[in-house]
């Protein structure tokens, strides 16, 4: 054999043998990316509403449109009063623009309602007097008692919030990450493994419940993180 020829095998051969290695610790490497964990860590917390949104809307219904008007401002100035006696200030209490609806405007004969005229509107307290707001609710049968018909399916009852949710989210979140390690640490050991880094990672979704049907101004935070983590041999 030539010795150019046989210096060209050698070369093939190195080569052949540098890729087989390669492709070797390809696989390998491949093998390790595939093994890893998907864990889940959660964390919760108890926190107090401080901020509620309370909808009262009402309705006057009759044929003669001065007389409902002049019912409809009755009311509103009651709803307000009582707003006020509770210790709530005129900024907190607002009054939506008044809706009036004629029933015989699309009706005939004998399916006219016997009221012509329904005029509506919502008095909206917003207050961050959480435990105000309470009782005034508990005392929302005095506006029923002065005349006024709440109309409790519009408004919908008071809606209590918690507005400073940035505040305690991301002690919330490294206490989810927290526990999800400790899922996967306990996972790679009962697998004869060993933890490596990160994978991938969600944050955390976060869910606003209220504590129990029975307090709407005590509210659960919870959060839920999932991770994925690299196993090691």
Do not use: C, H
């Amino acid at each position: 054999m030539q010795p150019r020829t046989a210096f060209a095998a050698l070369l093939i051969a190195l080569g052949l043998v540098g890729a087989g290695w390669l492709a070797a610790r390809g696989m390998a490497q491949l093998r390790t990316a595939d093994r890893y964990v998907t864990v889940k860590g959660s964390a919760e917390k108890i926190v107090d509403a401080d901020l509620v949104v309370w909808p009262l809307a009402q309705s006057v219904g009759g044929n003669d449109l001065a007389a409902v008007q002049a019912q409809l401002e009755a009311n509103t100035r009651t709803i307000r009063d009582f707003l006020t006696q509770a210790g709530f200030k005129a900024d907190e209490i607002v009054v939506s623009p008044p809706r009036l609806e004629d029933r015989w405007a699309y009706a005939y004969g004998s399916n006219r309602p016997p009221e012509r005229y329904n005029y509506s509107n919502t008095v909206t307290l917003r207050t961050a007097k959480v435990k105000e707001a309470l009782a005034a609710v508990r005392r929302s049968g005095d506006i029923v008692a002065r005349g006024v018909m709440l109309n409790a399916e519009q408004g919908g009852g008071p809606q209590f919030d918690y507005t400073r949710l940035n505040d305690i989210k991301p002690a919330l979140i490294a206490e989810a990450t927290a526990a999800a390690r400790k899922s996967a640490e306990q996972f790679a050991k009962d697998s004869g493994a060993r933890l490596g880094g990160i994978r991938t990672a969600n944050q955390g979704v976060v869910s606003i419940e209220n504590r129990d049907a029975g307090s709407p101004q005590i509210k659960k935070i919870r959060v839920v993180s999932t991770v994925e983590y690299f196993l090691k041999d």
